[in-house]
Structures are given as structure tokens and as C-alpha cells.
């Protein structure tokens, strides 16, 4: 299952360059995830300052 951004994001990007996969991308006001790109690998959750990706 492929981690998630929740309503918390601050959409700072820290995440987008911690992703291996480029799996995170800008919409709106936040950052979300693709879930068909995402492999779980949980590199986002370590580099999110206010704790906003779940896995």
C-alpha cells in the first residue's frame, strides 16, 4: 500500500526530494502521492518536518 500525504502538509516539497521514484508531486496547496508509482519504500516519512506522510 502506497504511503499518504494527510491535510497536515505544510507543502514545503522536502519530500518530493527525498523520493527515489518521483512518485510525490505538487497539487494545490499540498503534495500528494501517486500510488501507482509509490513502492513503499517509506523515504518521504523521514524527511516530512511536520510528520504529514503516512504509511
Do not use: W
Not at 9 to 32: H, M, T, W, Y
Not at 34 to 43: I, K, N, R
Amino acid at each position: 500500500m502506497a504511503h499518504t500525504i494527510t491535510d497536515d502538509c505544510i507543502n514545503c516539497g522536502a519530500c518530493d526530494d527525498s523520493c527515489p521514484l518521483g512518485a510525490i508531486e505538487e497539487k494545490g496547496e499540498a503534495r500528494v502521492i501517486d500510488a501507482d508509482a509509490c513502492t513503499d519504500c517509506g523515504a518521504c516519512v523521514d524527511s516530512c518536518p511536520v510528520d504529514a506522510i503516512k504509511g
